[in-house]
């Protein structure tokens, strides 16, 4: 329980915001990330699921590999989840063993891969409005920034009577 509050704190935790060369211009980004709800807009206590394509653009494979926990969430993004007014969402503290698959893989050069990761597996999502963005770090050195997707909005309404 420990080690995935902590995977998914990491996961969630570093800023989205960085992404620029040193120099001030944009860093030609090896990769681009687009996501998409497949549904956007769900009854509470649903799955939100987010479809995740990664292009790459690189001149070299990009690993895939990682520990899904719960076999939901892919821990190779950081996840930004925020309310309408822009606060943070917490990641909730997952209870019981950890259940995960690891899955190794990459992407090609000039390949895409599409993904699906469930929201709803690391966060509760009571009724409102939430802004999703995902980002990912280019390389293990973190000066090298993070390449953003865009955003997303899904919309959780309560439950019908």
Known sequence: M??????ITLFCAVP?????ST??????EPFSITITAVTPEVEVGS????????????NHDIDQSGLYAYGLLNPNYQYDVR??????????????????????????QGAAVEQST?????YDLPPGKYFIQLARPISQ????????????????T????
């Open 2 to 7: 420990r080690i995935l509050t902590l995977l």
């Open 16 to 20: 989205v915001g960085a992404g620029q």
């Open 23 to 28: 120099s001030g211009k944009p860093a030609q």
């Open 47 to 58: 799955p939100v699921e987010i479809r995740i394509r990664l292009v790459n653009n690189s």
């Open 83 to 108: 309310t309408e007014n822009g606060r943070p969402v917490r990641p909730k503290k997952l209870e019981g063993p950890i259940i995960g698959s690891f899955v190794a893989g990459s992407v090609k």
């Open 118 to 122: 469930v929201i709803s597996a690391a």
């Open 141 to 156: 050195n973190p000066k090298d920034g993070v390449v953003k997707s865009n955003k997303i909005t899904i919309t959780v």
């Open 158 to 161: 309560p439950k019908k009577k």
